[in-house]
């Protein structure tokens, strides 16, 4: 990079510790205390960062100076002429066109499948698929490897390249799922945190006492509970013939795109708030609604009953000194649906803030998923921590014998009635990884209300 590209990103750097800074303020100010140890560490390791940036920005900035000080000015009444005079060659760049989020990893996953398939080299599969002016062909010149996740071959690449496809393709899943959708607009961003660092986490308080004069003082105690996100995988396999694979056509680039980023979404979203998901060690976490305190939702007449049903949430997270400050909504597009429907005797809307899509419901902002179902969810962000690598790996297999199945897979041996042989069907197996943990910071963190039929039962016949 040239001295102003190395500027950008430092400054951009700069901007991003700043913000890493104004949430750690932010925090201590929700909670009304000081920082704790872990916010304290944070806090010195961002405003060291940033002095050395601001120390790296002055160097950078005195070297774009002397170079411009040394530069030649160009001579000529062209610019063919003008080049020459600089002892240089002009260069023509043909740009790209601008693809839709998420297409230019698909492209790179689907040359990598079809390169083996057909038993070429991936540079000369990108450039008879997609051109040599192409950003797929300038990505496979670099003399990428074939796929593991060792460093320096191509799975590698796109986990560690976030300017590159993979963040392309991140960003395009990030707003598809639950998790995503925090620290977006005006939803509060979930508390993220390293891996394997120890989170401590205060459980309960300690208590002063009135004393009288010449008499002895009162003690206290803390509660205090640790906790430690490892690095936890979430795999999906999604199926194509290689048809599809072979075929360069854009549609074909957004089937592979959408089936990639619906198989990862599906899991987490699921895993993230069932109720009934206990976890498994070192393979799932649990989800924040395991355990959590459950309310049964009032049989719904009018938006009374609707009122009622809030209370009674917000009033348990009352209950626990714990105000949802960061609080968020999750619920259906079904029962969002319903309460934007909801008139009075006016006409007017009960709760004008909410849509079928989101939006705002008694002053906090509104996530809506299919797969929460009858369930509506009131979250503190803030107490919720999140520990996400923020790349998403992907292989490919033509050889496996996998179980077609989703909802009721389980990991015991598959029965030979569920397998599908992907040679045998001229189909390709891509299976997309990505790496995170959550886990709540504290029990009231998350309450929820059961069996909520907002607007009445829906004539579905």
């Known amino acids: 990079m040239n001295y102003a590209e190395q500027i950008a990103a430092f400054e951009a750097r700069r901007d991003t510790n700043k913000a890493a800074l104004e949430e750690i ?113 300038g990505f496979y010149k670099a003399a990428v490897q074939p796929g593991t996740t060792a460093s320096g071959n191509w799975a590698a690449a796109l986990v560690s390249d976030e300017s590159g496809p993979v963040a392309d393709f991140a960003e395009y899943l990030r707003p598809m799922s639950i ?44 509660n205090f509970t640790s906790t430690t996100l490892e690095p936890l995988k979430v795999a999906t396999i999604a199926v194509l013939s290689e048809e599809n694979i072979r ?6 680039d957004l089937i592979v795109r959408d089936q990639l980023a619906a198989a990862v979404t599906a899991r987490i979203d699921q895993d993230f708030i069932d109720p009934a998901n206990n976890g498994s060690a070192n393979v799932k976490p649990a989800s924040i609604t395991y355990g959590a305190q459950a309310i049964a939702a009032e049989t719904f007449s009018d938006a009374d009953d609707v009122r009622t049903d809030v209370r009674s949430v917000m009033q348990y997270f009352i209950n626990a000194n714990n105000p949802p400050s960061s609080g968020v909504w999750i619920m259906s597009s079904g029962n969002a649906l319903a309460l934007s429907l909801l008139m009075n005797g006016l006409g007017q809307a009960e709760f004008p803030g909410i849509s079928l899509s989101g939006g705002t419901f008694a002053g906090l902002p509104v996530i809506t998923s299919e797969y929460i179902g009858s369930n509506v969810l009131l979250v503190n962000a803030s107490d919720i921590y999140l520990g996400d690598e923020g790349g998403v790996t992907v292989d490919m297999s033509t050889e496996a014998s996998l ?41 009231s963190a998350v309450t929820y209300l059961t069996n909520v039929a907002w607007g009445g039962p829906v004539n579905s016949s």
């Not at 075929?247 to 074909?252: E, G, I, L, M, R």
């Not at 909802?407 to 397998?419: I, M, N, R, V």
Request: hydrophobic share 35%; no cysteine.
């Open 403 to 443: 179980e077609m199945l989703t909802d009721t897979f389980t990991q015991s041996p598959p029965t030979g009635a569920s397998l599908v042989s992907l040679w045998q069907n001229n189909l390709v197996g891509l299976r997309a990884e990505r790496t995170l943990n959550w886990a709540r910071r504290r029990d």
């Open 247 to 252: 075929d360069s056509s854009p549609a074909s």
């Open 179 to 222: 998790l995503g959708k925090f620290g977006t607009g005006n939803i509060p961003s979930l508390r993220n945190v390293p891996f394997r660092q120890r989170l401590i986490s205060q459980t309960g308080g300690g208590a002063a006492y009135w004393t009288g004069e010449a008499k002895p003082k009162g003690l206290t105690s803390f």
């Open 25 to 137: 303020a932010k925090a201590a100010a929700a909670e009304g205390a000081t920082l704790d140890a872990e916010q304290k560490e944070r806090k010195d390791e961002l405003l060291a960062e940033i002095k050395e940036i601001d120390d790296h920005l002055k160097f950078l900035r005195d070297m774009e100076a002397i170079s411009k000080a040394k530069a030649v000015p160009a001579n000529g009444d062209s610019a063919d002429n003008a080049s020459a005079s600089r002892g240089g060659t002009r260069i023509e760049v043909k740009s790209q066109p601008k693809l839709k989020p998420g297409v230019e990893f698909a492209r790179i996953a689907k040359v990598r499948a079809a390169a083996k398939l057909d038993n070429e080299r991936a540079l000369d599969v990108a450039e008879r698929m997609y051109g040599e002016n192409s950003n797929v062909f």
